[in-house]
């Protein structure tokens, strides 16, 4: 995907269908140029937001975050909302 | 940001009611009564009755020129923190409602009414997804740029015409109340025939 709503999510899916592994932080830093800490900080929001779901030593992407990535959205904001009735 | 500093984004005042520099233009048919306003100065101008219209260059009334958060709240009904939430756009992906809330200094139930209010003027999309283990997720995002201009745009033409329709109707009474023999005084025959309107509208 050339222009990702979110380059972490994008990352973190390519990463776990390329490799089958779990997503960290450290796993996604070769594949994004900033921080680790940055990198894990965003992982979390994701989380918050059930775009990835925490496992064992890490993290995978889940439906909702495979579903958010096909969004056409041309810009911000972005807002989640998964209590939203 | 606090309230003392925000900016006040308001219109310019037009100098002497000097028209002629401003971002919009109005015509005026030299026929009839029709008078036009154009944020767009096509080559050639406005026409009416197949004739070209005459651009105003000069306002004979002074005008108050409205703020930014004046036209979002009389207009669309839309206040500050609304637009705030459109402009909201920290860092890169996705934010939920408390984070926006922390990030603008509402409640997040501010920020959840808000989210409903601007999918219904259509400045919002709502988007949902599915969620794992059923039900789904509401992601809220832009309208398409070009899109959002041209309909608020509309938006802001439809509450203008109902406001110069409201001018006209003034115009009309009075000169219906001229034409006839009222015993009672303008100004009460005048609001009572709103009031008349209004109840019939509604």
Not at chain 2, 19 to 30: F, K
Not at chain 2, 64 to 72: I, K
Not at chain 2, 169 to 181: G, M, P, S, V
């Amino acid at each position: 995907m050339d222009d990702p709503n979110c380059p972490v999510l994008a990352a973190a899916v390519a990463f776990r269908d390329d490799t089958g592994r779990v997503v960290t932080a450290t796993a996604l830093t070769d594949r994004l140029d900033r921080e680790e800490a940055a990198i894990a900080d965003r992982l979390e929001r994701l989380v918050d937001c059930e775009l990835l779901a925490p496992m064992e030593g890490g993290f995978r992407p889940t439906v909702t975050g495979r579903e958010f990535l096909d969004l056409d959205v041309e810009c911000g904001p972005l807002i989640v909302d998964v209590d939203y009735e | 940001m606090s309230e003392g500093d925000e900016r006040e984004f308001r219109a310019e005042t037009p100098s002497d009611g000097d028209l002629s520099d401003r971002p919009y233009a109005i015509y005026q048919c030299t026929d009839c009564q029709n008078v036009v306003l154009s944020m767009q100065d096509c080559e050639g101008g406005m026409t009416c009755h197949g004739e070209a219209m005459e651009r105003v260059d000069e306002a004979k009334m002074d005008v108050e020129p409205p703020a930014l958060r004046e036209v979002l709240l009389d207009a669309f009904g839309l206040p500050k923190a609304g637009l705030d939430i459109c402009l909201c756009v920290i860092g890169e992906g996705p934010l939920s409602p408390g984070e926006v809330a922390a990030e603008l200094e509402y409640d997040e139930s501010t920020i959840r009414s808000y989210l409903t209010e601007l999918v219904d003027l259509g400045l919002l999309e709502k988007s949902q997804l599915n969620r794992e283990g059923g039900g789904t997720v509401s992601v809220f995002h832009s309208v398409d740029l070009e899109e959002m201009r041209r309909e608020s745009l509309i938006g802001f033409y439809v509450w203008a015409g109902e406001a110069a329709a409201l001018l006209e109707e003034a115009n009309l009474t009075k000169a219906e109340y001229l034409d006839a023999d009222h015993d009672e005084r303008l100004d009460a025959v005048f609001w009572e025939q709103v009031a008349g309107d209004r109840t019939t509208e509604s």
